[in-house]
């Protein structure tokens, strides 16, 4: 019982001591206002520890969203004994701020020598794409929608060769097929895949060319 009661006291006692410091866990977003520069009015917080360079000490990440719904990102961290600050606009809302951050954490994880400068220049990187391709949509919305109908057109004219491929020989029926889907061999040749098309040009489509080349025979004689 002793034992007990001396374990719950020890435990207040660090919970205590983790509220005065302003614990936050590691490598998860929180909200708070105790940010490590007052300065920075951060809606969220996130805090990690790279394994080398970083003395115990975890980069603080602070993010606000802004009203033209972009978002300031403020990061700071001790390295090799220096303190090191940096802040950042993104032109994106919170949510993207977050995946950009927590991706370029999850690529410097992989290299052990991994530590804030990395991440920073992996971070840019991936804002310079993000905001590029942001860019490009905004300037070329019927671009977007043009891949994305031939996304489409691909998928179905794909679907539809491979059932014809999938009945063989009974040409008939492929022809029936193609015809009642309104799928030409032009259209095959263009959407398929390499392989399905081949298959098609060994049957159904070798079978028109005879037939093609049998007409021109008759008509020459």
Not at 162 to 172: K, L, P, R, W
Request: net charge negative.
């Amino acid at each position: 019982m002793a034992s007990s009661t001396l374990t719950d006291a020890i435990a207040a006692e660090i919970e205590q001591l983790k509220s005065k410091l302003h614990y936050e866990p590691e490598d998860v977003w929180i909200k708070t206002e105790n940010f490590i520069d007052p300065n920075f009015k951060a809606e969220e917080i996130l805090k990690h520890s790279f394994d080398k360079n970083s003395n115990g000490n975890p980069m603080s990440i602070g993010i606000t969203q802004n009203d033209d719904n972009t978002t300031s990102v403020y990061y700071y961290a001790s390295l090799f004994d220096n303190q090191m600050g940096r802040d950042m606009l993104i032109k994106g809302d919170i949510n993207t701020a977050r995946q950009l951050i927590e991706k370029s954490i999850a690529h410097s994880a992989q290299d052990p020598y991994a530590n804030t400068y990395s991440f920073e220049k992996h971070l840019e990187s991936e804002v310079k794409k993000f905001e590029m391709h942001h860019e490009t949509e905004i300037k070329n919305p019927h671009d977007l929608t043009a891949q994305l109908e031939t996304a489409k057109k691909t998928g179905y004219v794909q679907g539809v060769c491979e059932c014809v491929a999938a009945i063989g020989d009974d040409h008939t029926l492929g022809k029936k097929l193609l015809s009642e889907m309104n799928v030409t061999k032009y259209m095959a040749k263009k959407f398929a895949s390499p392989e399905t098309y081949k298959a098609l040009e060994n049957g159904i489509f070798a079978q028109k060319q005879e037939q093609k080349q049998e007409q021109t025979h008759k008509i020459k004689h």
